[in-house]
């Protein structure tokens, strides 16, 4: 299970170095700069946790805090350069769930998230994810949705069924025959070189190079299989 983390600043290094170490652990990472914007991706995203900004323009983090505690207990972790104790117990009292003094750790926010999440219960993370090559290549199971280096991926029924079986089982090779009979139902022809095309078209969607492939790999004389390991 993954979760859909929201990292609420300003400031755009701070929210790129916390996108990438949160997706080297395997979490989808959605990214806000205004408290308006932070608002509006909660209601369109539905985050599993939010890293939470107070001096942000437009909307204060303490305003959004307290919105998102008027309509539910979704996590909240706040960043800020004020070190004050006042202000630290203010955070807390406004709902916050953590408090994480800048200048931070990266490690140290991916770490606070864990046990945030882990306090939250088991059932805080809504979507099923498979995350590979730290995180270039997700596929979210539940959503139907795949995300190469961040941006997302169109794949058609099928293409996402045959992505699927093959990330599902790493190293385990597959046949043609195999993989139709497993696809059969949806536009297959019953024709075992089918499956070609289809791998062609997932190869350039999803690789960097679809000419040297890592994730959907030939093995010639028998089939396919995905060459990459899931992140841990």
Request: net charge negative; with cysteine.
């Amino acid at each position: 299970m993954s979760c859909r983390i929201l990292v609420v600043d300003d400031e755009k290094k701070i929210t790129a170095v916390l996108k990438v170490y949160l997706e080297n652990e395997g979490f989808s990472v959605i990214t806000a700069y205004t408290g308006l914007e932070a608002l509006e991706k909660i209601a369109t995203e539905n985050p599993d946790l939010v890293i939470l900004d107070l001096m942000l323009p437009e909307l204060s983090g303490e305003e959004v805090c307290q919105q998102i505690r008027e309509v539910g207990a979704l996590p909240i972790i706040m960043l800020t350069a004020k070190t004050a104790e006042v202000d630290r117990i203010e955070g807390l009292n406004l709902g916050a769930d953590d408090y994480v003094n800048k200048p931070f750790s990266p490690r140290e926010v991916v770490a606070r998230v864990k046990a945030v999440l882990r306090r939250s219960g088991p059932n805080r993370c809504t979507s099923s994810q498979l995350s590979f090559g730290a995180g270039d290549l997700v596929i979210d199971l539940n959503g139907h949705e795949v995300y190469k280096q961040s941006m997302a991926v169109s794949l058609t029924p099928t293409e996402f069924k045959l992505l699927t079986l093959l990330a599902q089982s790493p190293g385990q090779v597959f046949s043609r025959s195999m993989l139709t009979e497993r696809l059969q139902g949806y536009d297959y022809d019953g024709y075992d070189r089918t499956i070609d095309v289809h791998v062609k078209n997932l190869r350039k969607k999803i690789e960097t190079d679809s000419q040297n492939p890592v994730y959907i790999v030939t093995v010639y004389g028998v089939g396919y299989k995905f060459g990459v390991e899931a992140d841990a």
